[in-house]
């Protein structure tokens, strides 16, 4: 909730924690995270589950959190990235796998505090993928205005 003066009042801080649900990862589009039932949450309904991405309300600090394992993915570098609507990339992590396993042996993730404006748009991408890999459920990625 914002009141008159424009101060985001609690218990309703812009926030959400989704998870991925095995859906398959595509190079340089927002990974999708498509679930944010059970102790996920999404209040203020500001991440929109279909384009997976987050609309920030009001300028402001926001949290960013996300950690990816990916299965089936082959061998190489990784870099996950907060990606925004004005062409920014904020790095998070980059990994090299070299081995080809099938099971989920590699994962990447981190966390940053950005500022961005009211209706900026932020959504976690990866830069380049190798193999057919999709997102495991126990990956998650989620948002809170700070201050």
């Known amino acids: 909730r914002i009141n008159k003066d424009g101060i985001i009042t609690k218990p309703y801080t812009p926030s959400f924690s989704a998870k991925g649900t095995t859906d398959a990862i595509s190079a340089a589009s927002p990974l999708p995270f498509?679930?944010?039932?059970?102790?996920?949450?999404?209040?203020?309904?500001?991440?929109?589950?279909?384009?997976y991405k987050f609309t920030c309300p009001v300028d402001g600090y926001y949290y960013v959190t996300c950690h990816v394992v990916?299965?089936?993915?082959g061998t190489g570098n990784v870099e996950l990235y907060v990606k925004d609507n004005s062409g920014n990339r904020h790095f998070l992590d980059r990994k090299v796998k070299t081995s080809n396993y099938s099971t989920n042996n590699?994962?990447?993730?981190?966390?940053?505090?950005?500022?961005?404006?009211?209706?900026?748009?932020?959504?976690?991408e990866f830069n380049g993928i190798a193999g057919s890999p999709t997102l495991e459920g126990s990956s998650h990625f989620g948002i809170t205005l700070i201050a």
């Open 34 to 51: 498509d679930s944010v039932a059970g102790i996920n949450h999404n209040n203020g309904g500001h991440y929109n589950t279909s384009t």
């Open 70 to 73: 990916p299965t089936d993915y």
């Open 106 to 124: 590699f994962s990447v993730g981190g966390s940053r505090i950005i500022y961005k404006t009211a209706t900026s748009e932020l959504w976690v």
